[in-house]
């Protein structure tokens, strides 16, 4: 059976607001989302689309940006044996990465809250294919996230980025979305249907 799950975020650290429209089976979950922001005075515009099995693990996407008059777009996928691809071209570089991360974006915290396995106190260690936007480069990036309690999905998170020490506590709802995000990012809206 299908159900959808829809959210908005507003950034309150800086001007933005993202939407999500998840789409989930028993077998594949897919993300449809639109980020619009101010980056550094420059409206951007970011447009994705992310395909999970049912596991939340990630299989492939696209991503394209607006920003300054210019548009980018990737592709990116992760191969059954663990392999990377980004817009045809193998990235050995990301062959530890499990899951993706799009800066600036609440809903990519989704599959990380969603597979958290260790008990709550117990730091579980994440290697993603962090997305930079506007460009849209990628790389490597190590992240922990922790359950603050016990709940499965845990309703409280704490995320931590072990490459700048960065830490945000979150609190999520029964999806594993995002519903704060440390005063960064606010849910302003959801909905859900089947």
């Known amino acids: 059976m299908l159900r959808v799950h829809e959210s908005v975020w507003e950034w309150l650290d800086g001007r933005g607001l993202e939407h999500v429209r998840l789409e989930v089976e028993t077998d594949r979950i897919e993300a449809d989302g639109l980020i619009v922001a101010e980056l550094d005075g420059r409206a951007t515009r970011i447009r994705y689309r992310l395909h999970y099995d049912g596991g939340w693990a990630f299989g492939h996407g ?6 300054d008059a210019r548009s980018r777009r990737v592709e990116l996928a992760r191969e059954h044996d663990g ?9 050995p570089d990301l062959g ?3 899951d993706i991360d799009i800066m600036a974006s609440p809903f990519t915290n989704t599959p990380a809250i969603r597979k958290l396995a260790a008990p709550a106190g117990t730091p579980q260690p994440l290697r993603v294919a962090y997305i930079r936007i506007p460009d849209l480069t990628i790389g490597a990036f190590d992240q922990e996230y922790t359950r603050l309690d016990a709940l499965t999905p845990p309703q409280r998170v704490r995320y931590r980025s072990v490459d700048s020490g960065f830490t945000a506590d979150l609190t999520v709802d029964e999806h594993g979305l995002v519903i704060d995000y440390s005063g960064l990012w606010r849910r302003r809206g ?5």
């Open 96 to 98: 530890a990465c499990s």
């Open 83 to 91: 392999g990377w691809v980004v817009d045809g071209i193998a990235r």
């Open 62 to 67: 696209s991503l394209e940006a607006d920003f």
């Open 190 to 194: 959801s909905r859900d249907s089947s």
